[in-house]
């Protein structure tokens, strides 16, 4: 999933931030990087060839050799049964390669969900979605178990303390007050077998937010975090890492009322991940497979990059995700980015190479740890039956339609405006509603720095590297 924030956005009610700059250029050293795959690991492959061949050889060499008969005449008779033994034994050997693979694969099947299991027993968990009052809440029965995916900008670890000033210089940006919640996707996965659908909420969007009023849709985590953690210093708790993790509880209920309201879907579950855990989680798959259609930079973010395809983790990764300036469409593109690297991501980590791989996988476990906060009803096993689909490109990103972008709210905020009764059509299409609405996005009508489409340009799903802007 993509952690995926930007430190120009404004502090709640404040100016945008353009503190970002040239601190991509720092040499430190990563804020406790796993290590890479690629160094660490033994190359299982070819392990694996090595048993394979070693077991169809020895299945071969078993068949003893017998005399070949002759007639009484000294003539030899016809060499057919022979080449039928060899038939027999080639046979046998490719038995025996099946046999081997078909139980490499059960294995290694059996250590990935044992390994899920793990995880559920020991991943941070939020309540965000128990608290809910019914009396506003969409129906469950919504046609999809819907997923929501988010990325935060905080600069705390998991454990709520503040992120040292080398590690905020490694993920390229710096020390900022508040949150904001600049990644929202709704992963929709149809109950009637349909393919899934990642819905990407631009970060802009112009909402009614629980603190009141309207506002920014990546405003409501934060602005909500910050009234609780007020709240609990006024009632005496001075611990401020146990400030942040009950302030952060406040703020996801907020977020996830949010989105039920624009959206009229009931969020199942819930995924979150911060800057520093995107970091560790590209550093642990050992880079992200991406492609853009032309070079692109711009020093607030930290992006420098080349044309074509390449490899992005780390550092480079928040780049790429959290880019939005010196781009064709702004913001839009940015979003399209995001799907696109999720798309690779979500491709790679459940792809063979990755599930089948011990230490790639105890890597990535590990990393999880350290990275994501789920609702405690995620069921890490059952959604990974649901996910084989994913792997063979079964899924699609779109974005909610929007009506312009770049306009003006009374209070001079640059914002992303939307039909309400549109965005509450398209999204349920996908789960196939009837709504008479057209499950495709809809066309942006103003300009501001991002004129154009809320359409990607090229259709993102999950089996195979897209180029884009």
């Known amino acids: 999933m993509t952690g995926v924030t930007d430190s120009d956005d404004r ?5 945008e931030d353009e503190n970002t700059g040239a601190e991509h250029e720092t040499t430190a050293d990563p804020p406790e990087p796993a290590d890479s795959p ?10 694996t060839d090595e048993v394979v061949a070693t077991g169809a050889t020895g299945t071969a060499d078993t068949q003893k050799p ?19 033994r060899k038939g027999r034994a080639r046979r046998a050997a490719v038995r025996t390669l099946v046999a081997l693979l078909s139980a490499t694969a059960l294995v290694a099947t059996g250590y990935a969900y044992a390994t899920l299991d793990r995880v559920q027993d020991n991943v941070r968990t939020t309540d965000a979605l128990i608290e809910q009052d019914e009396s506003v809440a969409p129906p469950q029965d919504d046609g999809a178990t819907d997923i929501l995916l988010v990325g935060t900008d905080a600069r705390t670890d998991m454990q709520g303390h503040p992120l040292p000033l080398e590690v905020l210089k490694e993920l390229r940006t710096e020390s900022k007050a508040g949150i904001n919640t600049d990644t929202l996707i709704l992963l929709r996965i149809p109950k009637d077998g349909g393919e899934p659908t990642g819905v990407s909420i631009p970060r802009d969007t112009w909402v009614d937010v629980p603190h009141g009023g309207n506002d920014k849709i990546n405003s409501a985590y934060g602005v ?6 007020a709240e609990l210093r006024a009632e005496g708790m001075n611990d ?19 989105v039920q309201d624009l959206t009229r879907v009931r969020v199942d579950h819930y995924a979150e991940v911060s800057l520093l855990g995107f970091y560790l989680l590209t550093e642990a798959l050992g880079g992200v497979d991406v492609c853009l259609n032309q ?21 480079e990764a928040l780049s790429f995700v959290r880019q939005r300036k010196n ?17 690779s991501a979500l491709h790679q980590v459940l792809s063979a190479g ?6 790639k996988l105890n890597e990535l476990v590990d990393t999880v740890h350290r990275s994501l906060v789920l609702d405690p009803d995620l069921d890490l096993l059952e959604f990974a039956e649901q996910a084989k689909g994913i792997a063979s490109g079964d899924i699609s990103f779109v974005t909610i339609p929007v009506v312009t972008v770049g306009s003006r709210s009374p209070d001079g905020q640059s914002i992303i405006e939307v039909d309400e009764a549109a965005v509450r059509g398209f999204v349920a299409a996908l789960a196939g509603r009837d709504t008479g609405t057209t499950p495709t996005s809809a066309p942006a009508q103003g300009g501001g720095s991002a004129a154009g489409s809320a359409r990607a340009q090229t259709e993102i799903t999950a089996d195979g590297v897209v180029c884009v802007n």
Do not use: M, N, W
């Open 240 to 258: 401020q890492a146990e400030i942040e993790r009950e302030s952060d509880q406040a703020g996801r209920r907020a977020l996830v009322r949010t």
């Open 327 to 343: 781009l064709p469409r702004g913001d839009l593109d940015r979003i399209v980015r995001q799907q696109a690297f999720l798309a």
């Open 66 to 84: 017998e005399p070949t008969p002759h007639s009484r005449s000294g003539v030899a008779a016809p060499l057919a049964p022979r080449r039928r």
């Open 11 to 15: 502090d709640p009610g404040a100016g």
């Open 295 to 315: 070079p692109t930079e711009d020093k607030d973010s930290g992006a420098d990059f080349r044309a074509g395809p390449q490899v992005v983790s780390g550092g």
């Open 224 to 229: 909500a975090k910050a009234a609780a953690a």
């Open 38 to 47: 690629e160094s660490s690991q033994p190359d299982e492959t070819d392990e």
């Open 354 to 359: 990755t599930l089948t791989s011990p230490s």
